[in-house]
């Protein structure tokens, strides 16, 4: 019973990434590969003229990395606004940015999904808040491209967050 479940485990696992690879150019993709998610999100914040919004832990692997804090560097500078909603505390570069009034930052207590809004993408994760995503055989994350509709939605999710903060 036991080598049925690890094998349903695996076989599920293999499908998932292919359902990724298949997709990876469409509208719609499933994810569940961690080292994909920093090499597929920079063109998007590099690309977009905003909103990006992060509702998130500041997973360090993401936040920390040089190449995500370059695009949201240079997204900022194109004036596109940057907001986050975290349980986490904000690494120190972040902190400056809200000292400065660049980026706002909301702290909650507990988000239900992790989600990125990149202007007209939309990428939502399972909740993973104590570990990197990727880590547990339940993390998926849903990539939509390129839908306003669907952005607009999740923009209104975000907002909603904050007032309830």
């Not at 992790?114 to 849903?142: A, C, I, Q, S």
Request: proline content about 7%.
């Amino acid at each position: 019973m036991a080598i049925a479940f690890a094998m349903a485990g695996i076989i599920g696992a293999v499908l998932s990434c292919l359902v990724a690879w298949m997709f990876r150019d469409h509208t719609i993709a499933l994810d569940r590969n961690a080292e994909r998610k920093i090499p597929e999100l920079i063109p998007l914040i590099r690309k977009t003229s905003g909103p990006l919004l992060f509702a998130s832990d500041f997973e360090p692997a993401f936040y920390n990395n040089p190449d995500v804090v370059e695009a949201i560097e240079a997204a900022m500078k194109r004036g596109v606004e940057v907001r986050i909603v975290s349980e986490a505390d904000a690494p120190p570069w972040y902190q400056e940015q809200e000292e400065s009034g660049r980026m706002e930052i909301t702290r909650v207590t507990r988000l239900p999904y992790h989600m990125m809004v990149l202007g007209t993408t939309v990428r939502v994760e399972t909740p993973h808040h104590d570990r990197p995503f990727g880590r547990d055989p339940k993390d998926v994350g849903l990539i939509i491209k390129d839908m306003p509709e669907t952005a607009a939605t999740y923009h209104q999710v975000f907002d909603a967050w904050i007032k309830a903060s």
